[in-house]
């Protein structure tokens, strides 16, 4: 049983069912039936007007998003760890044509308003060095810690007081939704994203992620951009469709919460070996080499995440009963 | 019945099928079992060891394959009509920071050693002026015509005198093979082409490209701008396993063969209204403004193309008694 | 003698004089005495309150001009024969981040609001095609013609209509206001411009050009892409130094009247040899190569323009003795 | 007396006299006699063949360089408090269209190959991580510490091991030679440096730095590059000719000599409040803020450097007898 990678994950019946249902002829591009229900549907979703405009990954919706946020002579402030600036390739540079990213700190990859201050402050207000014009989170983050409403709501007042655009990488913003019980309001634009990466694939998607703009003017250049990054695929309606087949009947929320489930099952059995709380879908275990391997030897597969480390994902199709026995093993290690 | 375009037209079933089939847990990125057989793939079809690489889409491969070819502070020859300087909103700058498109003439878009020539030698060998790196010629052109082998290495012997790379935008090359009768192999590398975008998606694929070097070595970079310009879907064996179903039994073939011979039925209907020969799977038609109108009233849908003229374009889904009664129409009027 | 370039003359005894008088300690950058006394001095040149920086080259002022007017994503309107397109080095996609110029028609390098409008109503207005968002013009232009207030007015008012930015090359600034006698904002802000390259290197300056921006709000992130681009000298006081000189007693208005008016005593030898009418200091002929030669043997230099074509520029330090005999020799052909 | 900046400093007699005596009529761009024996004059100092362009600043030779050895898609890595991170406004991700600076440590911005190595080895070799292709160091440091010969072989060493370019940042290069007393050569390319940002503005020169390239093929494209980016001044004589004149009889080395001399004075006075020692003409000292305060009051400017430090910084024309007095009241805080 492999816990690598929620990616690693099929696709959904539903969403498979949805692309067929839209295997007909229709308009290229964004011009078909099902790419111009999203603003009304993510509207609906998020309790106020929003554009929404498909994705085919998740780099693509994070940079597109700081490209609307910061100019190329500007800054962002992230996470050491943040997936932005980690695993990207250096996207967030390209699709800014050469922003910096600052980095800040904070224990699970989770920012607060003082460790972004900190950023903030050593930057000289002059035109030698390169100025902030955004901040960019990450919820659940890559360590699997969520921000509450009023987590965000902080950073959202420092951003606002600053001056700053915030920008939300949800990855895993449905498992960080279903941790909280929360309206996806909430912990978005009422507590001042600007901006965010809403996830799909690694929740049961194949190719589709929303970029969700709750200032809609910032919507304009971005569909420029979109189609100048060679995102705009021909073919649309095949991406819009998958996205509001995880919209109905909130299949979003339901994959999401299986998946934590799934994860707090590890947990309780990891007791003491947690790196960080599990709020959302990933599981950070002190194991050491042999463990990991004894593990492995039992038909486990997973990532080493530094020394002494290893990272479980949990798949939205991935049942309590796959679960238990890494559980079982993990528990009486 | 709607001539728009070919990216308007559904995914073929053995494409769907091919994706349900993939639809299981695989590696993330291009590590899975399907992206894996890529290279050997088209290795075979094209008979020399080659690099392929899925993107999501034809501005995409166009323009990695161009950043490939071209620093920053180079030149690409094109014609004045080529996509990649009309219908791609810049993407060719984007991705090579800022090269310049230098546009060359030709008939129904199609360039000759000549025309290219001509803008070669029209730019001075010193640094005040942007010195041309690459040529890129689209086969089938925008206006549906055919570079044949011959063709091809004509512009192919134009480029290694000159010490420039040869791209081929091939968004349409299966109906341009069709056309030819040839091996893939005569019209791409054995021609002079260091790099094809092989496209798939207007002809019956759902949200997969190949990008094709011929070169190996281009594709060391290609794979970090791959993954920078947020192409490198997670998951993408969905990808793979679309372009390995169209290779199956030739299929790409048959359906490129199936629209040709639909655009070769208005063809013969059309007579002197034709504005280029016809070759491949669009009819460039002189029409009054009354004639659109009639053809429209009776239910064909189609672009105006300039002052009167109309684009047709047969999609890989309609037969030939779905062709008919619009042909039939187009001889009447 | 040589009339070569304006570039190869000398600099100007008082510009030489006022980088001596400011070779004192001072403050880096442009916090220096100097630098302080643009924006006044240059608001009074203008009659209006304007932003004015110091730059090492007019490439850089036009391109920090552009970066200013258009996004990466947008697209520029120039002249055919443009410095910014021909001679630059691709210096305006370096500086925009890969903006695309779209090339305009016009006699002697000089467009018109038709020529212009028929480059913007040739786009579509879709996110597949970059979107003009400024125009740019030489005045005096490339083959020495001049816009007259009234001829900037027109395309100002283009501009205006279709939300574009104006930006004037004045390379050859003073030339053109020196045959015009008009008022320097007669022909720029008053017509419309919103940011000026005014150039004093081959006027007798050193290293100094002077950017403009009359609306001063494009200024702000205009002085972090100087600074971005290494052109933020740290001894900035001597560039400021050279444009004040050149202000004093407007010494940049009788170098340029001096330089008109050698070209007129060529234009006048010259009669039905002119290709344009001379209204700068720029003089082209039509000449045999044998001619050519002639006039060659006699110690004359020039550059060839195009075949049958020579150019002849005047410097501020040709007096009419220095280019009578030329005249004459031009004259007895 | 001003402490500030070496940038603050007037320019010495002997470069004001070079450019009086280089205001003559000559080719523009680098096409004049000054120009063309840069290659020569700057090999003959080097011991070795070498490619020398002139820049008009700092930022701009290093960025050059940067763009020489590291491509968009890779990464430089360099000192937390390097120059090219913190002082150039993004200038290195402009110029190379958005690489990556990586962040190493080390006491007094100087790096180790130890420190470098952590860097190198925390990057994982995928195409998820932006790829190190450069080290920059910067001799002397930003706080004013020297490389030596071995110390930069160690880097050069580790450099070559891994495939990596290596950029040394020679703002004050002068002051690192004369403190070394070794020959050029021994701490660039026999250490294993590729390119040299050599300094002069800050030792008395006006606008001119020197960008040497040790491996002459990485200048062909760089050519290129300075045009583009506006950096190719018409009248480049007068930066080549400040250029020779600070190599005439080593007038470089005896400046440098004499600005570290100044600074070795205010060290002695200093004692146990030297932040570091002090190899070149900074002095970075412990003060109070009543003790700033004291000495300003004095008459003596500096800046403050973080809290409780104070920078000190000696130019090229401040003689003994200037200094003696901040020395003497340092000695008696």
């Known amino acids: 049983m492999r816990f690598f990678s929620d990616n690693a994950a099929p ?120 100025q902030p014009h955004a901040i960019s989170i990450t919820n659940a983050t890559e360590y699997g810690l969520v921000y509450s409403p009023n987590d965000v709501a902080a950073i959202g007042h420092l951003a606002r007081e600053r001056g700053l655009g915030l920008h939300m990488d949800g990855a895993r913003f449905a498992n960080a939704v279903a941790h909280l019980g929360c309206a996806p309001a909430d912990v978005t634009w009422r ?24 200032k809609p003017e910032l919507a304009a250049a971005t569909l420029y951009r979109r189609k100048r990054a060679g995102l705009l695929l021909s073919k649309g309606r095949y991406l819009a469709a998958q996205l509001l087949a995880m919209l109905d009947g909130n299949l979003w929320l339901d994959l999401a919460r299986g998946a934590n489930a799934g994860a707090a099952l590890l947990a309780q059995a990891a007791g003491d070996r947690l790196v960080n709380p599990v709020e959302a879908n990933e599981v950070f275990l002190r194991v050491t080499a042999a463990e990991a391997e004894k593990l492995r030897a039992l038909g486990f597969d997973f990532y080493d995440w530094g020394p002494g480390e290893a990272r479980l994902v949990i798949s939205w199709n991935q049942r309590p009963e796959d679960i238990r026995p890494l559980a079982d093993a993990i528990a009486t290690l």
Not at 19 to 33: E, F, I, K, Q
Not at 191 to 214: C, P, R, T, Y
């Open 191 to 214: 507590a001042g994203v600007d901006a965010l990466s809403f996830g799909f694939v690694k929740n049961g998607g194949m190719s589709a992620e929303a970029l969700i703009f709750f």
């Open 11 to 130: 696709v959904h019946p539903s969403v498979m069912a949805a692309m067929a249902d839209a295997n007909v002829l229709d308009t290229a591009y964004d011009g078909d039936g099902w790419s111009k229900q999203l603003d009304a549907r993510f509207s609906d979703l998020f309790e106020t007007p929003v554009r929404a405009l498909w994705v085919p990954s998740g780099t693509a919706a994070n940079c597109l998003a700081l490209a609307a946020l910061c100019p190329p002579h500007g800054a962002i402030v992230c996470h050491r760890d943040a997936h932005i600036q980690n695993d990207e390739a250096g996207a967030p540079e390209f699709y800014t044509h050469g922003a910096k990213l600052l980095l800040a700190e904070g224990e699970g990859a989770k920012l607060a308003p003082e460790t972004i201050a900190a950023v903030l402050d050593a930057t000289r207000n002059d035109v030698h060095q390169v």
